[in-house]
């Protein structure tokens, strides 16, 4: 244990470093599923435990650098009034909340856009910490153990090709990207109000 020690920061400071980049960061369930496939004999709930501490406190970095960065030096004071109507249905509605970032934690979608949203929010963003740290747990487990399985009966380079970003990764990560700026410009008074979809006026 104490001679892998030093890969094993080297690599909580690589997911950490994954976690807080705004977009197109390669996934960290794929990095960890090729970390098990290179080392299948590593043990997987070490390196999943490993992970998801540093993927949750990644994100949560993410979001606080959003709320300082995004919020407070860019958005306009009509925009940060906007996304507050959000922050006001979400404080009703904190099982919602968890239960979204919950989900996220589970599945391998990419999560950064959703905690820069939170972020602009203002909220408290350890309240999604303990949700999205289970859910990645159990997720990273899953692609570990996975990779570790394929890394026996396959040789390395099958895998290797897909490591980074494929174009259907840099394709959500537009997406999303304008599924952000949707989110800072979307009327929420008329869509939650009225029940209307309209562009937030000039």
């Known amino acids: 244990m104490l001679g892998q020690f030093p890969a094993l920061a080297l690599l909580f400071g690589l997911i950490f470093g994954l976690n807080i980049i705004p977009a197109f960061a390669p996934p960290t369930w794929m990095a960890l599923a090729f970390v098990g496939f290179q080392f299948p004999d590593i043990n997987p709930v070490l390196l999943a435990l490993i992970g998801a501490v540093a993927a949750t ?10 709320h300082l960065l995004l919020r ?8 940060r009034a906007n ?3 959000i922050n006001i249905r979400l404080e009703r509605q904190t099982a919602f909340t968890l239960s979204l970032f ?7 979608l ?6 820069i949203a939170y972020g602009l929010t203002g909220l408290p963003v350890l309240r999604v910490a303990l949700p999205f740290f289970i859910g990645r747990s159990v997720s990273y ?9 394929a890394g026996r009966r396959w040789p390395v380079d099958s895998l290797e090709s897909a490591f ?8 959500t990560q537009f997406l999303l990207l304008g599924t952000l700026y949707v989110f800072a410009h979307v009327d929420w008074t008329a869509l939650f109000d009225r029940h209307k979809l309209e562009w937030l006026r000039k």
Request: charged residues 15%; proline residues 4%; glycine residues 6%.
């Open 83 to 85: 996304i507050d109507v």
């Open 102 to 108: 919950l989900f996220y934690a589970f599945s391998p």
């Open 141 to 149: 487990a899953f692609f570990i153990i996975s990779g570790a399985a």
């Open 57 to 66: 406190l990644g994100r949560l970095s993410l979001a606080k650098l959003s």
């Open 72 to 79: 407070e030096k860019l958005l306009s004071e009509r925009h």
């Open 110 to 115: 990419p999560s950064n856009f959703l905690f």
């Open 164 to 171: 980074y970003a494929s174009g259907w990764f840099i394709a």
